[in-house]
């Protein structure tokens, strides 16, 4: 069966290109070795915190605005509630890097900032406690993504613009000759002019197919509900929020829909294979330990775990993205290595990974998630 891009990951940003290749009207196939949206990926867990003053680097600014752009766009076309202005609260100590990159990004893009210091923090939300040296840089504007709501509103676009996905169908072998991609997989056989790899934490091993060493690394990860005061902890009055601690990085979102306070720990976690089955939640004691800890020192009213979930991170050596051809196949484009942050940026991942194809270039720079920066 021929096509003209097949797209090998149907997560989050996989499902994004194949909507944004299919209405530009090129023949699509999409194949997932599960069923999106799934437990398998970095997408797992409902929510997913969108911000535009980025404590990452100022070089992600762009992106992440046209992204949300996009996802503006999607819930028109398809009438659904996908964003939530919740507001997005840093924290941390004024002179650490991550607070100084949020405030000079806000400051180079005139992004809405609000600085606070920990007293005005407590005062504007009583159900967090800050140490005197932090601070605050709430960003009003910003908020919470419903991420398996987005990929199924993609998905629904792509079918609609004459896509074909086809889950559960593991990819056995590529092979690309004269420009032309052949794809199998258990039992059938594809041909297409361009592939798009987007596999998540098994984008390194599907690559090393291809003649490319990518150096990432699948983790574990948790993230968990607590019982919440709703009049407190409510998204119509309390924001999502990161910290950077002491003791670890922290992220977190306001009881949405009487779900109760969702919290996580960012960095950390065990170096995994993702064809293991991943220990569930609470089976290691710092998966409820680390969060009860956390909730201790900022958050002290909250305390009773409801539920926790695992879901997998793919990090890079400095946890910034890989988007980019691949260096010896101008029709082969390559999402990976997204390290925890990724899914806010997805539409526009699904954007650029289009545009590749279709011309090689996109209109924001991506230089800085080349694959050349891996090279000695």
């Known amino acids: 069966m021929n096509y003209d891009v097949i797209i090998i990951g149907a997560g989050s940003m996989g499902m994004a290109a194949g909507y944004f290749l299919s209405k530009s009207g090129k023949k699509t196939l999409l194949l ?11 997408h797992h867990g409902e929510t997913r915190i ?109 079918e609609l613009n004459g896509a074909t996905i086809l889950t559960n169908s593991q990819v056995k072998d590529i092979s690309i000759k004269d420009d032309r991609v052949t794809i199998k997989t258990d039992n059938q056989t594809f041909y297409s002019d361009a592939l798009v790899v987007s596999t998540g934490a098994w984008s390194g091993s599907l690559l090393s197919t291809l003649d490319l060493e990518l150096p990432l690394s699948p983790v574990r990860k948790t993230f968990a509900w607590f019982q919440a005061d709703e009049k407190m902890y409510h998204q119509d ?41 991943i220990l569930p939640f609470g089976e290691l004691p710092e998966d409820k330990g680390d969060l009860i800890h956390f909730l201790h020192q900022y958050m002290p009213k909250i305390s009773q775990l409801q539920y926790g979930k695992t879901c997998m991170y793919t990090l890079t050596p400095d946890e910034d993205f890989i988007i980019d051809l691949h260096p010896n196949y101008s029709n082969v484009a390559i999402a990976a290595g997204f390290s925890g942050h990724g899914f806010k940026f997805s539409s526009a991942v699904g954007q650029a990974l289009s545009q590749l194809i279709l011309s090689g270039q996109y209109d924001i720079d991506l230089s800085p998630f080349s694959i050349n920066r891996f090279k000695n």
């Open 32 to 42: 997932d070795a599960f069923t999106p949206p799934h437990n398998k990926g970095s």
């Open 50 to 158: 969108i911000r535009y003053a980025y404590g990452e680097g100022e070089e992600y600014v762009p992106f992440v605005l046209r992204a949300q752009e996009l996802w503006n766009d999607l819930e028109k076309a398809t009438g659904k509630q996908l964003f939530l202005q919740t507001g997005v609260l840093n924290v941390g100590k004024e002179h650490s890097d991550f607070i100084q990159n949020t405030i000079s990004s806000a400051k180079k893009y005139s992004l809405p900032l609000d600085i606070l210091s920990s007293k005005e923090v407590h005062n504007r939300w009583p159900g967090i406690t800050l140490p005197n040296d932090f601070i605050g840089c709430f960003e009003p504007t910003s908020g919470v993504l419903k991420c398996e709501e987005s990929i199924k509103a993609y998905q629904e676009l792509a």
């Open 237 to 277: 009055h309390f924001p999502a929020f990161t910290f950077e601690t002491p003791n670890g990085q922290y992220y977190g979102f306001p009881s949405i829909d009487g779900a109760g306070l969702k919290v996580g720990r960012h960095d950390g976690g065990d170096q995994i294979h993702p064809d293991e089955s």
